[in-house]
């Protein structure tokens, strides 16, 4: 079927990329939608009008679309450095104290799910690559979903789109559960029974450094020479290793670490501006990713894939809550860790503020970060073992 807006309408379709992307961003920023995020607005927004034969649709068809392929073949590659140059492990390490450790049993139980829900749930053909994306959003985030989606060769799969829309319904019913945990009377047994509060209203973020031309100009410099070295990388390693996974986003991420640990004091001004660009890159690829979606096939395999969501999180809060006590986790401990887990630094950080614990919201914010740097690993190992 054509579409009204052709492929070759370059900057027409880029225009509806961008505005789809712009829309997300504002409708999550403005609660238009309440919880719902911005995610999976832009992608809706793009697949409607996919649908509706007004942009052209982005698989299925035998028409290449310039535009979608530009993004596939240049945004990720550049955004993944992007949001990694504020990774420092360092730092995470030294200031996350015992939520590291919760996060780290969090990941732990993640994994575990995963495998019991790919021997309970049946995801036809391509079930160890959409347990592996599964896997990496859920110890880490959408950054994770998507690199492993691309490292797998798994992002034009229907299962790719569709997995995105369950995740975030999900993981939005989850955070709401965890906010009704410390009310839930009969799990305190459960918890270690010294639970501190912070009543100190100051902010331990501090002021982050505004966005500024030098500052664009450098990260850019930065990401898109981190992604040419790890594109011109990725074919010899391939051959040498004999594989047939596409490794030059693994090799991105290692590279985009080793430079953040390197010099993490001179990269640190730059946090605010590389993070802002790289996480708009991103949503402009879930808009490409939403013009590639049938929102049919997505109510078709929905069901199976939100009860492979459930038995992972399930799974998850049992492990944590049943380690609880080993490791002397508080009930804010295991909620906030979680939360990171599911959800990422952007709902954890806001989530241990609401529940008074201030003195976690950086701690909250590193390990959401960790997710992201390990993320992307454990959801490739594990569609590699369930392959």
Not at 10 to 38: D, M, N, P, R
Not at 65 to 89: A, E, G, R
Not at 224 to 248: H, K, M, R, Y
Request: aromatic content about 10%.
């Amino acid at each position: 079927m054509n579409s009204l807006i052709s492929a070759d309408q370059h900057f027409i379709v880029l225009t509806l990329v961008v505005a789809a992307a712009a829309f997300g961003i504002w409708a999550e920023h403005k609660k238009w939608f309440g919880k719902v995020s911005g995610i999976l607005v832009t992608m809706i927004s793009m697949s409607l009008l996919a649908m509706a034969g007004i942009v052209p649709v982005g698989s299925g068809t035998a028409v290449s679309v310039p535009v979608y392929d530009m993004v596939f073949d240049y945004f990720i590659p550049i955004s993944i450095p992007l949001l990694l140059l504020s990774s420092n492990i360092v730092k995470i390490i030294k200031e996350s104290g015992k939520l590291l450790v919760a996060f780290v049993i969090g990941a732990i139980g993640v994994v575990i799910g995963c495998f019991i829900a790919f021997f309970i749930i049946d995801l036809g053909d391509d079930a160890g690559n959409t347990a592996g994306v599964i896997a990496a959003t859920l110890v880490g985030g959408s950054i994770n979903f998507v690199a492993t989606g691309e490292t797998l060769n798994f992002s034009t799969n229907p299962y790719f789109s569709a997995t995105i829309a369950v995740d975030n319904f999900a993981a939005n019913l989850y955070v709401l559960f965890l906010f009704l945990v410390p009310a839930l009377a009969f799990l305190k047994r459960f918890w270690s029974p010294t639970i501190v509060e912070n009543t100190d209203e100051s902010t331990e973020q501090g002021e982050q450094a505004p966005v500024t031309m030098e500052r664009i100009a450098v990260a850019l410099f930065l990401a898109i020479g981190i992604a040419a070295l790890g594109g011109w990388l990725a074919p010899f390693i391939q051959q040498i290793i004999g594989t047939e996974l596409n490794l030059s986003i693994l090799l991105i991420t290692l590279l985009a670490l080793l430079v953040a640990n390197l010099f993490p004091a001179r990269l640190k001004p730059l946090e605010n501006t590389s993070f802002s660009i790289g996480l708009w890159m991103m949503y402009a690829f879930l808009a490409v990713i939403g013009a590639s979606t049938n929102i049919y096939e997505v109510l078709k395999v929905g069901p199976s894939l939100l009860l492979f969501y459930l038995i992972i999180m399930v799974f998850h809060f049992l492990f944590l809550m049943a380690t609880a006590r080993l490791f002397k986790l508080n009930v804010y401990d295991v909620i906030v860790a979680s939360a990171a887990n599911i959800m990422g630094p952007s709902v954890a950080a806001p989530m241990a503020a609401s529940l008074g614990q201030k003195r976690m919201v950086t701690p909250a914010i590193l390990v959401g970060i960790l997710g992201y740097v390990i993320g992307t690993f454990i959801g490739v190992s594990i569609a590699i073992a369930l392959t």
